[in-house]
């Protein structure tokens, strides 16, 4: 088969299995992305997983299989998945940039194209519907309907075609979805319209079914808007593939893309760098910030012989560290590894509106072929009916069971809410999490950076008095190390004339002041024998004089108390799950009377308590911000993590926010509330305006007319009903 | 009524012409990002 991509080029091998990554076209919900895992699955030893905010799919399979074509696994499984009906590219971000750029573009040119002809169409229709029946006859009439159709017919064409060409898709495929119903609403009543003018007929539907599109290429642009954020969102996590890590080779030093480093290279990590792979330190010792991987707060000493994992932060000095797995292998990609397993475990959400158009489609044909099958046999008793008004008849039914519940007032809803969430630093990354987050009956929290601050504060400041005072803040803004630098935030400005500072990495810090040397650092440092407790400490020590002791603790955030206080009242139970040691975890949750903790627990342990949660039936959110929580993030039924968290739980996290205090859990809850009544009550209103449009249209009572003002009243009201939102609870 | 005969082909023409111009603009990517010339004034120059 000669195909335009070479699909082994992009192929990559590691160990025994090979792997491949994907961008897939053509999926519309999470039943697409099933079908096609299922479908590769097949193979022994194959593994796929669709990722289906980010369209993209990866497959790895050992390097033994054989597929089917000799040696060419890689275009046999893209054959595969074309052959389910969707469109496979090499995964390039760039080219998805411009392909989503392009659909935007398209979509936006079918809306304006759509707009105008239904506006156009008012023109002549306008005339026929409210001049006495008289003044507009004969050939006059025909004129206007031709001139209608000249409108309609060109623009049926090309603002149709995002429906058509699903519609088509889904049927080739054996598939049906909510594009079926839609098209053929649209072709049979331009065909009937076109045949009634033909024919010098009383009645044309271009208007009603130029305006069905309208109304729903409007929602299809809001979905669109909304899709698009919380792709770009997630694509965030490869972003942290994409930079550069300086090797030294030999005598010189090179700069490498961190996705092609391979182990046993040899990386410089500047202090302050990120490290960009898992590996050994070589030489040097440093600080290293572990927060993100471990969740701990303070940085721990680290020298020759120390495992290091990518996603620490070198704070102090320079290391020369060995790589010990390439990029695809670091516990980063262990990690969204164990993440995507838990996102499968949970089965695909299927969103409310997938599930009303898995129902519309076979009761709206059924209705129709109804319609059309009771008249015909009345006809045939009656003697008096034509085949074709019958039709008439069955294709307004098509056309009038709208379905802007699902189409406009859904997405509206949507938008509506994530924009307002927007408003106050919250972003709104997945299509289902205002759905999941509404039916949630239980919160868990991460500790550390995110009950707490996740920098130590300075609790006994008064211990230091005067020009102590004044010398150890000073010296304190030397440095980087969060001690320090919560000792440099807890007092005024004084000015230490003639001081001078030198870093001891691991140790702490020494000055000169005048004649006086001056200590601040390790117990083990200054010779202080090693206190009993698990207090965080530093040592402070001038001259000749005691060594003072100075206590820090991580504090719980201003706003904690109240808002746990709020999640309670609105009936929610609560848990805390921490990586932390148990002395800790259990203060901080008796300061915020969290009465459900557990601590000391490992990533995989955290993914286990969520997932058991869940297999109890509950609904969980959870809140966290560290590598560590990235995979329970994606286990439980929605997630949240603060900005200042890592890449990877941004990424897992169906809501991001801003802020730095916890209020958002309330205002997200809240918003979310809200927008699920709107949503119910939308789809309530649409299905009473059915009950009554139904009927009036399967008796043919149904005008273009009725069906014009009952198809556009009923999305105004849908989407008057939504923008209540905006009012509905102020928070 | 004759006013109609030329009311509604120029209502018609008009809106064309709107039209026209807004796919005009589309497709000389005016509307492909929305948010950033907004905040492109606090960007630091790049010329001196």
């Known amino acids: 088969m000669s195909r335009a991509v070479d699909f082994r080029c992009f192929a990559r091998e590691e160990a025994d299995r090979v792997s491949l990554y994907m961008q897939v076209e053509g999926m519309h919900c999470a039943s697409c992305a099933w079908k096609i895992e299922q479908s590769l699955q097949a193979h022994p030893g194959v593994e796929a997983r669709v990722n289906f905010s980010t369209q993209r799919l990866r497959i790895s ?55 105008f002809a239904t506006c156009a169409i008012m023109l002549f229709v306008d005339p026929l519907w409210f001049l006495p029946a008289r003044a507009v006859t004969g050939a006059t009439r025909d004129l206007m309907y031709w001139m209608m159709s000249l409108i309609a017919l060109p623009a049926t064409i090309w603002s149709g075609r995002p429906f058509f060409r699903s519609a088509w898709q889904a049927l080739t495929h054996g598939r049906t979805n909510m594009d079926v119903p839609i098209s053929l609403a649209v072709i049979m009543a331009n065909a009937l319209s076109v045949y009634e003018t033909v024919t010098h007929g009383r009645y044309v539907y271009f208007d009603a079914s130029i305006m069905l599109l309208f109304f729903l ?119 969204v590894g164990l993440m995507e397993k838990a996102e499968r475990s949970q089965g695909p959400y299927v969103r409310l509106a997938d599930r009303l158009a898995g129902l519309y489609a076979p009761v709206v044909h059924g209705l129709a072929l109804a319609t059309f099958v009771g008249w015909m046999i009345y006809g045939a008793l009656h003697g008096a009916m034509i085949w074709e008004d019958a039709l008439l008849k069955a ?14 007032a859904v997405p509206v809803v949507h938008v509506l809410a994530s924009s307002r969430l927007f408003k106050r630093g919250i972003l709104l990354k997945s299509a289902k999490g205002l759905e999941a987050m509404a039916r949630i009956d239980r919160v868990v929290f991460d500790k550390t950076g995110t009950l707490t601050e996740g920098t130590p504060r300075w609790m006994n400041p008064d211990v230091l008095t005067g020009e102590n005072r004044r010398i150890a803040i000073a010296m304190a803004r030397q440095s980087q190390h969060p001690l320090s630098q919560a000792i440099a935030r807890g007092g005024a400005i004084g000015e230490v004339p003639g001081m001078v500072v030198t870093d001891h990495p691991g140790k702490g810090l020494k000055a000169v002041v005048g004649k006086d040397l001056v200590w601040m650092g390790k117990a083990s440092w200054l010779g202080v024998p090693a206190s009993g407790d698990a207090q965080m400490e530093l040592w402070f020590q001038r001259a000749q004089g005691p060594a003072i002791r100075l206590l820090f603790a991580d504090a719980v955030r201003a706003d904690a108390r109240q808002v746990i206080v709020g999640l309670r009242a609105r009936g929610l139970t609560l848990s ?27 990533p995989v342990d955290k993914v286990a308590a969520v997932e058991a949660m869940m297999a109890e039936g509950h609904r969980v959110l959870m809140v966290g911000d560290g590598l560590n929580d990235a995979a329970a993030l994606s286990a439980a039924s929605v997630s949240m993590s603060p900005a200042s968290g890592v890449d990877v739980t941004q990424t897992a996290a169906d809501f991001v926010y801003r802020d730095q205090g916890l209020s958002p859990i309330l205002t997200t809850y809240d918003t979310a509330r809200a927008a699920q009544r709107l949503v119910r009550q939308n789809v309530w209103i649409s299905l009473a305006y059915n009950l009554i449009a139904v009927p009036v249209a399967v008796l043919g009572l149904a005008t273009p007319l009725i069906a014009a003002v009952a198809m556009s009243t009923s999305s105004l009201v849908v989407v008057l009903n939504a923008l209540r939102l905006g009012r509905v609870s102020r928070l | 009524m004759a006013i109609l005969l030329i009311l509604v082909p120029l209502a018609f023409l008009l809106g064309l012409a709107c039209l026209a111009a807004f796919l005009w603009a589309l497709n000389t990517g005016q509307f492909d990002d929305l948010d950033d010339p907004a905040i492109r004034i606090f960007q630091p120059e790049d010329d001196e």
């Open chain 1, 61 to 115: 399979w050992p390097k033994t299989l054989d597929a089917g074509a000799a040696n060419d696994n890689a275009n046999q499984f893209a054959d595969e998945v074309e052959a389910l009906g969707f469109h496979v590219a090499p995964f390039d971000a760039e080219s998805r940039l411009q392909a989503s750029k392009a659909e935007e573009r398209d979509l936006l040119s079918c809306l304006a194209v759509a707009g």
């Open chain 1, 395 to 408: 294709v307004a039914v098509l056309i009038i069971t709208c379905p802007c519940a699902i189409g406009l």
């Open chain 1, 576 to 602: 805390m799950l921490s990586g932390d040691r148990d002395q800790v975890a259990q203060k901080v949750a008796m300061d915020l009377g969290i009465s459900d903790v557990r601590s000391g627990l490992s």
């Open chain 1, 217 to 335: 290429l409007i929602g299809r642009y809001l979905d669109l808007k909304a899709r698009g954020k919380a792709r770009e969102a997630a694509e965030g996590l490869l972003a942290m593939l994409e930079g550069t890590a300086t090797v030294v080779d030999g005598e010189r030093t090179v700069s490498v893309r961190i996705r092609d480093l391979a182990p046993g290279q040899h990386l410089l990590v500047a202090a302050g760098e990120k490290i960009a792979a898992d590996g050994l330190i070589l030489t040097g010792e440093s600080d290293i910030d572990t927060q993100l991987v471990t969740g701990e707060t303070l940085p721990r000493t680290a020298g020759p012989g120390e495992r290091l994992y990518a996603g620490m932060i070198n704070r102090s000095a320079p290391l020369l560290i060995e790589v010990s797995a390439a990029a695809d292998d670091s516990l980063l990609s262990e990690i």
